[in-house]
């Protein structure tokens, strides 16, 4: 079975400031990647996603996760973090291929950004 | 609009009590799950459905019951409710490929009392 290990629990930024979320996967066929960011008191919405190809995917809200399939790590990035990206973040995998369904989280990583 | 639907958004329920959380869909996806969020421990899987009348449990099934009739519903029951079930409940469900992604329903706050 699949898993997924975000390194952070908590970070905290000033606004204007760059960010890196660390996520590391652990399955041993090909998957699907995903982040998902929930807002206070909201349902989770996809940032971005990575299926095939380019390894360097863009999201929304400016957001862009790099997938190293020799570290098994999808990291999510930001150059220059505002408020409103204050929320918690999860990446999720997915065993590619047909029939598999499950889609598996990390345990979050909140992020707080400082004005 | 399309999306899932999941109701009520609250609950309180005294320990004991049964009760079923509802989940709707509208873009005949086949696949939709379970999931349970408690804080620092993200998003488990309940149970999952990969098409009516086909059902399968997750990583923390114990305790919860499901059905899968029909396309769009997938209703989550709790038969005896415990306060270890407090926690937000969401669903979710995916289209064949999941190249889309997952569409998350809105969640349910149950508090178990």
């Known amino acids: 079975a699949q898993s997924v290990s975000q390194h952070n629990h908590h970070v905290i930024l000033s606004e204007a400031a760059s960010l890196e979320l660390g996520c590391n996967y652990s399955y041993g066929g090909t998957v699907n990647l995903f982040w998902y960011v929930q807002y206070p008191g909201q349902h989770l919405q996809l940032l971005l996603k990575?299926?095939?190809?380019?390894?360097l995917v863009k999201g929304i809200k400016g957001f862009e996760a790099e997938f190293i399939k020799s570290k098994f790590s999808f990291n999510l990035r930001k150059p220059s973090v505002q408020w409103s990206d204050t929320a918690e973040y999860f990446c999720?995998?997915?065993?590619?291929?047909?029939?598999?369904?499950?889609?598996?989280f990390g345990k979050g990583t909140k992020l707080s950004v400082i004005p | 609009n399309a999306g899932v639907t999941q109701t009520p958004k609250f609950q309180v329920l005294k320990t004991g009590q049964s009760m079923t959380l509802q989940c709707a869909q509208d873009?005949?996806?086949?696949?939709m799950s379970w999931y349970r969020q408690d804080p620092g421990m993200g998003l488990r899987l309940i149970h999952y459905s990969v098409g009516a009348g086909i059902t399968d449990q997750g990583e923390v099934p114990n305790g919860y019951n499901v059905s899968r009739s029909t396309t769009e519903d997938f209703p989550l029951r709790l038969l005896s409710a415990a306060p270890s079930q407090t926690s937000v409940y969401f669903c979710?469900?995916?289209?064949?490929?999941?190249?889309?992604?997952?569409?998350f329903g809105s969640g349910t706050r149950l508090t178990v009392v």
């Open positions: 873009m005949n996806h086949e696949y």
């Open positions: 999720a995998v997915n065993p590619s291929g047909a029939g598999s369904y499950q889609l598996t």
């Open positions: 979710a469900s995916r289209g064949p490929t999941g190249y889309y992604g997952y569409t």
């Open positions: 990575y299926f095939s190809g380019d390894p």
